[in-house]
């Protein structure tokens, strides 16, 4: 259905960290390049992450992914930085964005 289709394409059009199924975090925000992301907040809390993980991307604006490590940061200012346990980060966008 149209409404449905709508539904996915929002929820789809986010910055997305994933690590697995059960792990991944969905940003309102944007990725400009394929390792780094900019957000304003986490939009999903993963089941599988721990609290310190999530308190620290939740206190953090932008996030860079590293070989081995996902490096955190809010204002420019390192905050933290987390294993990257073969995270990668999902960039997609809406037909709109593509069009622009």
């Given at each position: ?33 394929p390792a780094a992301c900019s957000y304003t907040a986490m939009?999903s809390r993963p089941w599988q992450m721990d609290a310190a ?11 860079l992914l590293g070989q081995d490590s996902i490096t955190t ?28």
């Amino acid at each position: 259905s149209p409404s449905y289709a709508e539904h996915l394409e929002r929820r789809l059009a986010r910055p997305v960290l994933y690590f697995s199924p059960l792990k991944f975090v969905v940003f309102a925000g944007r990725c400009p390049t394929p390792a780094a992301c900019s957000y304003t907040a986490m939009l999903s809390r993963p089941w599988q992450m721990d609290a310190a993980a999530v308190a620290q991307l939740q206190q953090s604006d932008l996030l860079l992914l590293g070989q081995d490590s996902i490096t955190t940061l809010k204002g420019g200012i390192i905050t933290g930085r987390l294993p990257r346990q073969g995270a990668v980060l999902l960039n997609f966008v809406s037909p709109g964005e593509l069009d622009g």
